[in-house]
Nanobody
Framework: QVQLVESGGGLVLPGGSLRLSCAASGFAFSRSAMTWARQAPGKELEWVASTYSDGSNTYYTDSAKGRFTISRDNANNTLYLLMSGLKSEDTAVYYC?????????RGQGTQVTVSS
């Protein structure tokens, strides 16, 4: 079955960087669009970024543009999100989602906390 396992979250100072990873299995990763989404405390799930199957096209929410980079390694079935210039409002649980957008197939999430 589809498995998505996120890692790389943690506590980071404002202005710092983190790279999130998502290990995918149970489906044809190289043929699937993939998405990063996040959910802050008390808020709804929010789309952050997506990439199509070959990684050549990437899309970002306005708050992520210029700071976050979504990428993928199809040989190793892994999705990445490099985040820099982190702000307190980036604090959330980050999810890897199969497909484009806020689909139902996602991992357990990894917590990112931006705080001094």
């Amino acid at each position: 079955q589809v498995q998505l396992v996120e890692s790389g979250g943690g506590l980071v100072l404002p202005g710092g960087s983190l790279r999130l990873s998502c290990a995918a299995s149970g489906f044809a990763f190289s043929r699937s669009a993939m998405t990063w989404a996040r959910q802050a405390p008390g808020k709804e799930l929010e789309w952050v970024a997506s990439t199509y199957s070959d990684g050549s096209n990437t899309y970002y929410t306005d708050s992520a543009k210029g700071r976050f980079t979504i990428s993928r390694d199809n040989a190793n079935n892994t999705l990445y999100l490099l985040m820099s210039g982190l702000k307190s409002e980036d604090t959330a649980v980050y999810y890897c989602v199969k497909g484009y957008g806020l689909g139902s197939l996602r991992g357990q999430g990894t917590q990112v906390t931006v705080s001094s």
